[in-house]
Every structure is written in C-alpha cells, then in structure tokens.
C-alpha cells in the first residue's frame, strides 16, 4: 500500500510527499498519478491557481536512474546536465548523492554552487560562452569548460586564460532526435580541433581533453565507438603538440530504453581506445536522470466536434490547460511525442475516436496532439495525464498569455532518496 511518510512545503509552494513503495516503473506512474487525483480533487472552480495543470516528480525514480548509471558505467563519473530539468529537488537529490553538474550558464552554475557542491564537480559545458560568463564561472572556481570556436579561445586569451577546455569535438548524430551538430562541435566545415589545439598552444592555453555528444535522445549505440575512436585520434594528435590530455567527456544523448545497450557499446569504445584508467572520463546525462520520473495531468477546459457539411460528426477536438507554451513545449523544442490519458478511466466499452488537441493560449499553433486514437470518452472538465514527462519540460515552459506554469508535486518511490532529501 502507498503510506505518506511525511510532507513540507517549499517556498514555491510545492508540495513534497514520500511514499513507501516497492521499486518499478508502474510504482512510480501510480503514486505519480495518485498524487494528481488527490490535485484534481482539491481543485475548486472559485480558485483559478487551483484548477491548473499539475506536474508530479518521483524523486524515487531518479534515484534509480542515477543507480543505474553507476553500475552501467562505472567507470563514468555523471555530471547531470541541469539545463534538463533544473527542478531544486533534483539538484538537492543529486548534490546530496555526491553527483557531479554540467552547468550550460553562469546562473545554472550560482544554483549547483548553492545546493553546496564543490566547484571542481562542475564543466562549464557551454563551447561558446559570454564573456562575461566565463570570468565570473572562474572566479567561483569552475575552470572546466568546453570550446569549439577561435573566437571563443581569442576570448579566452584576453579574458579568461585561466580555463581549462576540453575541445568538444563534432559527432555523427543522425541517430538522434535531438541533433545539436549544427551549432557544436570542432570539425568540418567549421575550425578543425586540430586548428583549436594549435592556437591554444600558440597562445599558451590550458588544453585538458576532449568532449562530444552524440545527439540529445540517440537511438544510435554504435555513435559512441565512432565518437570515442575519433577522440583517440585528438588525444594522439594533442600529445605530438606536447599536450598531456587527461579527460574525456562522452556527454549526454543516453535513453531509457536503450540505456543498457549504450552502456555497451561505450564500455566497450573506452576499453579499446582509452584502456589506461588514468584517462578522467565523464559524461552528462539530462534526459536518461529525469526524463521517466515525472507526470504531467492537466484538465480539458473545451471541446469542440469536427461536423461535415450534413452535421455528422467527423472529428473531436479539446482544449487543455496545458501546451506548447507551457510544459508541452517538449514537442516542439524536444520532438517529444505525447498522448495523453484519461486519469479516471471510465467507460471501457467506449469505442476509439480520434482526437486533436489544444492548448489554453489563444494561438492556434498551440496544438501538442495533432491526431491520436483515445480509447476513452473525452468529455468537458476531464484530466488527462501524460507520461515521461521530466526532461526539457519545466525549464521550457513560458507564462505566455499570463498562464502559470503547472503546479509542482513531487513524490518519492525509493525511501533512501527520501532520506537523502531529508524527507524520511
Ligand atoms: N551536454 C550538453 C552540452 C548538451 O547540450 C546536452 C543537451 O542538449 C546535454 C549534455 C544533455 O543531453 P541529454 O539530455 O541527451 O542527456
């Protein structure tokens, strides 16, 4: 049985809740889901606040991922890419649990320094920062970053010579949803990290290692080998230049699904071409941390019927308070795919029927769901739910059209992340 343990609230209002479950992913959708029937029951039609879109995380089952990335990939020491999900409580679970941070910002860098973590656990891991960024990420002590640019190392040159750059070189991501080869990455048709390395020499800055990424949400395994090799290649090259290269960051692009077999494949790589364990290797997971631990539930505030010209029913649409603008900003900006589900289930003999759905702003762009079969009868001031919804959600969302973002729960399946988070 699901038992609340204990249960605070934060300055953002934010509920926290631990519950003792056994560990699995359906405990995590049933406590998650759980949790949003108890926020639709207390939604009150005299309070607006109150009838919002709910967000539900199981600290539990970030707890898990991080387990998982340990006996994976031991070798590889996590640093979690905070632009993901930037949640307080993840960063606290995740700082509490001596994890490590990619930082893409001077402020994601203020907010992991807050939770206590030591400077020296966090890679600046922006290739083409500010200026500005820079400096000040040096003056608190973060000198790992990475570079892919000559800009970027004139400036550092001038303004931040202290740095220590691992050169992000670039990656076949065609296997990824997410590709990020158009803007990152030393190699053709933009500076060659052999160029890099060598003004860095000219210049007398601090090279440490090489850095890539495959491609946010990969369904590739086999582009980690291809990477790791290539970064071999740039290890050897950068110690004909003197250099004495000592990191490599493998990045992020790790998924769920495929996780085990990712792990694999890199394993494998880094036995073949970085045998020697005096090579620091890193990587920064964002998706594969968060991605599977949190629920979304929001509330069908319209609905409307597609009729032909005899007034038959040809189609239905409803509207959510919840879109593109708002959490489900993940499928435009992330191509995450999303259906939603009723969260009472209540009529099992109803027949399929397509459905498009909306967004509450008043742009009719904001359409998360274009088409989708529900096996349930949608009907005015129905919630529905969706899942996998904890990477590049929150962080994406804006106020657009003065809606708040979703109220956030957040819930914890696995009693050692509750007492990591003090909840226990
Ligand atoms: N590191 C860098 C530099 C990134 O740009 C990203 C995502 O865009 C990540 C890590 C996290 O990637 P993922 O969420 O695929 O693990």
Redesign the pocket.
């Known amino acids: 049985p699901l038992t609340p343990r204990s249960s605070s609230t934060s300055i953002n209002h934010d509920t926290h809740e631990t519950y003792e479950c056994r560990v699995g992913r359906e405990k995590t959708l049933q406590i998650a889901l759980k949790k949003a029937n108890e926020h639709v029951d207390a939604a009150n039609i005299d309070d607006y606040m109150s009838q919002r879109a709910c967000l539900v995380g199981d600290m539990g089952e970030v707890y898990r991922q991080h387990k998982r990335w340990k006996q994976n990939l031991p070798r590889v020491t996590p640093h979690y ?1 905070v ?2 999900n930037p949640d307080p409580v993840v960063l606290r679970l995740l700082a509490n649990l001596e994890a490590h941070f ?1 930082c ?1 910002s001077m402020p994601e860098i203020e907010t992991v320094l807050a939770h206590g973590v030591h400077p020296t656990k966090i890679i600046f ?3 083409r920062k500010e200026i500005s960024q820079a400096r000040a990420a040096i003056k608190s002590g973060v000198l790992r970053m ?1 570079t892919d640019s000559e800009q970027d190392l004139v400036n550092a040159r001038d303004y931040f010579p202290e740095a220590e750059f691992l050169v ?1 070189i670039s990656t076949d991501d065609s296997g ?1 949803k ?1 590709q ?1 080869g158009s803007k ?1 990455g030393a190699g053709e048709p933009f500076d060659t990290p052999q160029k890099l390395l060598g003004m860095g020499k000219e210049w007398g800055l601090k090279f440490t290692g090489v ?1 890539f ?1 495959i ?4 369904s590739d395994p086999s582009a980690f080998i291809k990477a790791v090799a290539n970064s071999r290649a740039i290890f050897n090259y950068a110690a004909e230049l003197g250099y004495d290269f000592k990191v490599l960051d493998v ?5 769920n699904d495929l996780f085990e077999e990712m792990a694999d494949h890199l394993n494998r790589a880094l036995a073949q071409y970085f045998p020697s364990p005096t090579v620091e290797i890193i990587g ?6 968060v ?1 599977s631990a949190y629920v979304l539930a929001a509330q069908v505030t319209g609905t409307r019927d597609v009729k032909d010209p005899f007034e038959r029913v040809v189609g239905c649409q409803y509207d959510i308070n919840e879109g593109n603008y708002g959490l489900l900003a993940s499928t435009i900006s992330d191509h995450q795919e999303v259906i939603p589900q009723v969260l009472r289930k209540r009529d099992p003999t109803y027949a399929p029927t397509t459905y498009r759905v909306f967004g509450p702003t008043c742009d009719a762009w904001d359409n998360p769901v274009d088409s989708y079969n529900a096996s349930d009868k949608i009907s005015y001031g129905d919630w529905v739910y969706f899942e996998g919804m904890g ?2 959600t929150y962080p994406c969302a804006t106020e657009f059209n003065g809606n708040p973002k979703a109220k956030a729960y957040h819930v914890s399946s696995e009693m050692e992340a509750s007492a990591r988070l003090g909840w226990a």
């Open positions: 890419a632009k993901c990619d893409a891991a922006h290739p990475t992000r990824s997410c990020l990152f850095s990424h491609g946010s949400n990969s990045g992020g692009g790790f998924t920064e997971p964002g998706r594969f941390y991605g990477a590049y």
